[in-house]
């Protein structure tokens, strides 16, 4: 069964300083990955996705995430957190059996919210 | 293009009503999602469509019905409503799910209280 665990709820950061969120993922077969971002009442915002092309993927915003097979994970990082980062964040999984059904089937991780101290 | 968008961004019900939350894309895609987000959780799927006149259940469709008349619409009717649909709702919309064509596009979200 395909499932996506993001391994810290909050995380807390200065500005300019590193951000690193974690994710873990489970597939059966070649997932395709994703991180949303959800400012305050707002709607979902594609960061990044990766779809078995190059490992190391760039998103807007200076975000990038690694896919790294033999550890099933897919990390979302930033060198330097700015104050418009701050928001909910969320890891997400797609799988190749579904994306084989009639079913474009997405798999959503509980979230992590990011603080960004001044 | 306006992507997706949703109506009301907020809405109060009392216990027993019912309504309907719009969703409309103008991004011509044939797949349409509905989900709920509670809080401290990730998206759970309510419905989903693949075109015109198709619909078919997600993880959570109790108390909810779709339906899909154009291409465009896809809304979400809460017929009797009760205090565990107080959530937050998203409608989405992708392309048919291949590699490279899964990404789906998220509307504002409907608020919705039920009281």
């Known amino acids: 069964a395909q499932s996506v665990t993001q391994l810290d709820s909050h995380v807390s950061v200065s500005e300019g300083t590193p951000v690193l969120l974690r994710c873990n993922y489970s597939?059966?077969?070649?997932?395709?990955l994703f991180w949303y971002v959800q400012h305050p009442n707002k709607g979902l915002q594609l960061l990044l996705k990766?779809?078995?092309?190059?490992?190391l993927v760039k998103g807007i915003n200076g975000f990038e995430a690694e896919f790294k097979k033999s550890e099933t994970s897919f990390h979302l990082t930033k060198p330097s957190a700015h104050m418009s980062d701050a928001a909910e964040y969320f890891c997400?999984?797609?799988?190749?059996?579904?994306?084989?059904?009639?079913?474009?089937?997405?798999?959503f991780g509980r979230g992590t919210q990011l603080t960004v101290w001044p | 293009n306006a992507g997706v968008t949703q109506t009301p961004k907020f809405r109060i019900l009392k216990i027993g009503q019912s309504m309907t939350l719009q969703c409309t894309q103008d991004?011509?895609?044939?797949?349409m999602y509905w989900y709920r987000q509670d809080p401290g959780m990730g998206l759970k799927l309510i419905y989903y469509s693949v075109g015109a006149g198709i619909t078919d259940k997600g993880e959570v469709p109790n108390g909810y019905n779709v339906s899909r008349s154009t291409t465009e619409d896809f809304p979400l009717r809460l017929e009797l409503a009760a205090p565990s649909q107080t959530s937050v709702y998203f409608c989405?919309?992708?392309?048919?799910?291949?590699?490279?064509?899964?990404?789906?596009?998220f509307g504002p979200g409907t608020r919705l209280t039920v009281l």
């Open positions: 597939s059966s077969y070649s997932p395709s």
């Open positions: 990766y779809t078995s092309a190059a490992t």
């Open positions: 991004m011509n895609h044939n797949y």
């Open positions: 989405a919309s992708s392309y048919p799910p291949r590699v490279g064509q899964d990404t789906q596009y």
């Open positions: 997400v999984v797609s799988d190749e059996a579904d994306r084989g059904s009639t079913l474009g089937r997405l798999y």
